[in-house]
């Protein structure tokens, strides 16, 4: 049980592709975060907003595009995407951005063909 | 560059003995310090928290944080199958947007 859903769980998607993955927090956080999780990797930080204002983009290419319309929703838009863009993405919330704990959804697994 | 090292494993134990995973970090200015639990195909879940010197202890879990040497580790007693997951080590420098994870120690508990 997550208080973090996450959809789609998994999604298979050409290079020509657009697509979205979609996460929902019932936590009542005010953080959220993108990570990619690749294999034999640590987990990448790639956005994180706090009160719907995006704070950090860790050099994430364009074609990953974050979108978050309120606190409770955050999305990653994603289009032409590469093969090594092959991964999990997960997403995450916290209360806030200052020293607090995250809790994750269940992911999405992204495969790019 | 902010670094978390952690062995990557497998580490394996027999069921019932004392699995000892260890973690060191390069930021001297890191104020928090957190163990995740991940098992295969699944996302993490956050099993510990630690920001002073010392041990901190929940159930079956000890987490210990040693600030002058730039090391945490997870004690985890009495191990059990189904501890058997893949541990990542996670510290911040300031606040959670700078967290850095290790690659994860995973350990097997033998039956």
Not at chain 1, 10 to 36: D, R
Not at chain 1, 98 to 105: I, M, P, V, Y
Not at chain 2, 12 to 38: H, K, M
Request: proline residues 5%; hydrophobic residues 30%; contains cysteine.
């Amino acid at each position: 049980e997550t208080g973090v859903t996450q959809t789609p769980r998994h999604l298979v998607m050409g290079m020509t592709n657009k697509k979205s993955l979609k996460c929902e927090q019932h936590l009542g956080h005010n953080a959220m975060y993108w990570y990619k999780q690749s294999a034999k990797k640590p987990l990448e930080l790639m956005f994180v907003y706090n009160f719907k204002e995006q704070t950090e983009n860790n050099s994430v290419p364009s074609r990953f595009s974050p979108e978050c319309p309120n606190s409770s929703h955050l999305f990653l838009h994603l289009h032409t995407l590469q093969p090594e863009d092959s991964a999990l993405y997960l997403c995450a919330s916290s209360r806030d951005t200052l020293n607090t704990e995250a809790f994750f959804g269940q992911g999405t697994r992204l495969t790019v063909v | 560059q902010k670094e978390v090292e952690q062995n990557s494993g497998p580490l394996s134990v027999p069921e019932g003995a004392i699995a000892s995973l260890n973690c060191t970090y390069s930021d001297r200015g890191s104020q928090s310090f957190f163990w995740y639990r991940q098992y295969s195909g699944k996302s993490p879940e956050l099993i510990m928290s630690i920001y002073s010197n010392g041990d901190k202890e929940d159930g079956r879990f000890t987490a210990q944080l040693n600030k002058a040497s730039q090391y945490v580790s997870l004690l985890i007693r009495d191990s059990q199958p189904s501890d058997s997951a893949t541990y990542l080590c996670a510290v911040s420098s300031g606040g959670y947007q700078k967290v850095t994870f290790g690659i994860g120690t995973k350990l097997q508990v033998i039956p």
